[in-house]
């Protein structure tokens, strides 16, 4: 997988007009566009959309400052039908117009050219467990939030605090298979959305596809599949925070395992303000 974010890398500056064929590339390398786009959101800590706009808008600076082409030449170039659309762009990413920085030679706030590298230290084995699971279904409160990649999500701390106590301990007893317990349910994230892209968490447990569900709880059915499980257990958040960077970094590229579209839960063991012992689990398929 290193090899092949490194080779998506290089295509992607070798087509500056944007015309990257991101499906077909990774068929080409025997995985797929979701799988992909989410190992290169988690290891870049930004969405490959967002790294490929920076990225043409670096090398359109250039293109700017040290070459006779006009505006219209350059925005055609870079993909971009009109003046006006990557005049947009442009200032967008660097915050100065395409003439000021023509003019002055910036400011210009470039996006230097990824590389992925894969660091084995072998100190740190991760516990990890592979499961098949039946048709489920989430059930609990859920709240459109916005996407946050770095850091905790106020959003999702503000729909939790909004929970009365006693609902937890009804949700509690309503959760009847695994994974067990009260769950955190992140779900309908494109692979690569843009930070404060509209995300569905759901706060509640999961329950058998023949259970009743009271009717004021929102549900999510999801279907039969693999599951990989990841165990934390550490001072909170910093040991979930590794484990979860982990995945993308350590495990993921060296097991042949690819994600699959589906929510990714998140299982509370134990829980203070210092401590934590969670479970992280992810659908997965065969690579």
Sequence with gaps: MIGTLNALV????????????????ARDHGTTEYHLR??????ATMPLS??????????????????DLGL?????????????AFGRAFRSVHGASPSDVRTHGGPLRTQPMLRFRLSVEGNSPMDVSISER?????????AQVPLIYEGVNPHIADH???????????LKGLGDTEPGGILAVTWGQEPDAPEGSPITYLHGVAVSTDSAVPADLDTMPVDAGTWVTFHSSGPFPDALQQTWAATATEWFPSNPWRLRPGPTILRYLELTETHAVCEIWMPVERA
């Design 50 to 67: 967002e790294y490929m706009r920076r990225r043409r808008m670096t090398l359109a600076a250039t293109d700017l400052i040290s070459s």
């Design 38 to 43: 989410r190992m290169f959101a988690a290891l």
């Design 72 to 84: 219209l030449d350059i925005a055609v170039r870079h993909g971009y039908s009109s003046a006006e």
């Design 134 to 142: 039946p048709t489920f279904v989430l059930a609990g409160h859920s």
């Design 10 to 25: 290089e295509l992607v500056d070798s087509r500056t007009d944007n015309a990257v064929d991101v499906a077909g590339f």
């Design 160 to 170: 939790i605090a909004s929970i009365a106590p006693e609902e937890h301990l009804r």
